[in-house]
């Protein structure tokens, strides 16, 4: 998802000279989606004996899913993307609540069946982005192979948690961490006072080298996705897991990185832990993801257009409905269940004002607009496909 860029477009020949560098060092796990829009470049790296060095992870987008043809053209598609005869690894992409009961009623867990009998894929999972019961109720609908789950030391409670990454590991799955660095964030703008408490350390490390050691330093995570787009980034990330074993921090590097994410938190402006007591809202509001983005935006600034395109790609996009803080009616039923006691209706008030415009207003119709001709430009593509 985050390979290298020109002119605001993917470049393709350093993309893929940086992709061949990292497999020949070593890394045998790629993933991508369908979503990313460059499985075609996957594609185009795994040629000259590429393919067989490495296992290849991508996913279905629920999102863009209303039948089960829909399924079937993009899954076709996916492999013609990838020149490939089967795929590894293969995920329903980003699910929470609302997407996997849509899932569910378009039976795509007979689908995964069906490919994985034919060889078409060798081991099925699923990405989640959702709440602690939709994370178990999933694991323990199906047979998976393995899960995608958001995990660093900052967002360590928010979604799956770790009583899904223990619950998961339990049950045989093996566990791929995403956002190890918050994308990048953890390691790119370090706040002066969170680099203080770094520099206390007798063991110095980069920001990004305690981010990954925390996530490789849990015995049930199998594979750790860092986003890594420079050459530098994959040098150091092969560095530190060459040498990272589970369990190797010592007590007083955790009670660093303790330190580091309690500072973090002082520096949110909502104080939300992100435990989801408040859930589920009447008017459909994501409470935590919109706190989540909130805090992101103040910690880690970017510009406003981005903030904006970031807050409604969650709150619109994944959710399949528009969950902004805006939509709050004042019923008070999340302040009253919350354990931090927090003045939400307020909250979500600064979040509707400071985090909503007119990108946030219009970004709905131009990903449904996008999604139709995407739809359209699938189906065209698997009929192609089928006519070879």
């Not at 393709?12 to 000279?17: D, L, R």
């Not at 990313?36 to 992870?57: F, S």
């Not at 995608?148 to 961490?177: F, H, R």
């Not at 938190?265 to 935590?288: E, V």
Request: aromatic share 10%; proline share 4%; charged share 25%.
């Amino acid at each position: 998802m985050r390979l290298p860029s020109k002119n605001g477009r993917t470049d393709e020949e350093k993309s893929i000279k940086q992709i061949r560098y990292a497999i020949d060092q070593g890394v045998n796990y790629l993933d991508t989606a369908i979503a990313y829009m460059n499985e075609p470049l996957i594609g185009k790296a795994l040629q000259d004996g590429y393919r067989e060095k490495v296992k290849i992870a991508t996913k279905l987008p629920p999102w863009n899913v209303k039948t089960k043809e829909d399924i079937e053209n993009i899954f076709k598609v996916q492999l013609n993307n990838l020149k490939i005869e089967y795929i590894d690894y293969y995920m329903l992409h980003s699910l929470n609540a609302a997407n996997w009961n849509k899932m569910v009623e378009l039976d795509i867990l007979t689908f995964l069946d069906k490919i994985k009998t034919a060889g078409k894929i060798k081991n099925t999972g699923f990405s989640f982005h959702g709440d602690k019961e939709t994370f178990k109720e999933i694991v323990d609908s199906y047979n998976w192979d393995f899960c995608m789950i958001q995990y660093n030391y900052l967002d360590e409670e928010t979604q799956a948690g770790p009583a899904g990454l223990k619950y998961a590991s339990k049950k045989g799955l093996g566990i791929i961490v995403m956002e190890p660095c918050r994308g990048g964030n953890l390691t790119q703008t370090v706040p002066p006072e969170i680099q203080k408490i770094w520099d206390k350390s007798k063991v110095k490390r980069t920001p990004a080298e305690w981010a990954l050691r925390w996530v490789l330093n849990h015995p049930e995570v199998t594979c750790v996705l860092s986003g890594m787009n420079k050459k530098k980034h994959i040098k150091e990330n092969l560095k530190i897991a060459a040498k990272t074993l589970p369990n190797s921090l010592t007590e007083d590097e955790l009670d660093i990185i303790g330190k580091v994410r309690d500072k973090y938190r002082t520096l949110m402006k909502t104080g939300c832990t992100g435990c989801g007591y408040c859930m589920p809202c009447p008017c459909s509001i994501d409470i935590a993801k919109c706190f989540e983005i909130y805090d992101s935006a103040n910690i880690f600034p970017t510009n406003k257009i981005e903030t904006q395109i970031r807050y409604a790609m969650g709150l619109s996009v994944i959710h399949g409905k528009i969950a902004y803080a805006s939509n709050c009616t004042k019923c008070g039923r999340c302040e009253r269940q919350c354990p931090q006691e927090l003045p939400i209706i307020d909250l979500l008030n600064d979040v509707s004002n400071n985090m909503e415009g007119f990108i946030t207003k219009i970004f709905p119709f131009i990903f449904k607009t996008y999604l139709c001709f995407n739809k359209y430009q699938t189906k065209r593509k698997a009929r192609k496909i089928c006519r070879k």
